[in-house]
């Protein structure tokens, strides 16, 4: 099973850039897609999830009306598209999935509660 994040880049403030996890070894089915974040020197930040059954998402107050997940299970891919990007968005963006089915609202943006991980893909904002 591996999950590969890509699409980070250079960006201006105020620019967009679309965030792509595509998985091998499992199919999108039932499992819970999430985001999450790390800036130097601070700890793992989730940022949104989405369930690949029903589509449901769920996103960090940090990030709401701004960033947008979606999944195209036909490419085994989730996306994130992250709009009006500010210089505190610059991160290592990484894709995590439930595979084990565990995943509720409330343990969701608890990194350990994933089984697998991305690479990440760096993201900077210029202010």
């Known amino acids: 099973v591996q999950l590969q994040a890509s699409g980070g880049g250079l960006v201006q403030s105020g620019g967009s850039l679309r965030l792509s996890c595509a998985a091998s070894?499992?199919?999108?089915?039932?499992?819970?897609i999430g985001w999450f974040r790390q800036a130097p020197g601070k700890e793992r930040e989730w940022i949104s999830s989405i369930n690949s059954y029903d589509s449901s998402t769920y996103y960090a107050d940090s990030v709401k009306g701004r960033f947008s997940i979606s999944r195209d299970n036909a490419r085994n891919t989730v996306y994130l598209q992250m709009n009006r990007l500010e210089h505190e968005d610059t991160a290592v963006y990484y894709c995590a999935a439930d595979y084990t089915y565990k995943i509720t609202t409330t343990n969701m943006p608890v990194p350990g509660t994933y089984d697998f991980w991305g690479q990440g893909t760096q993201v900077t904002v210029s202010s």
């Open positions: 070894g499992f199919t999108y089915d039932h499992q819970v």
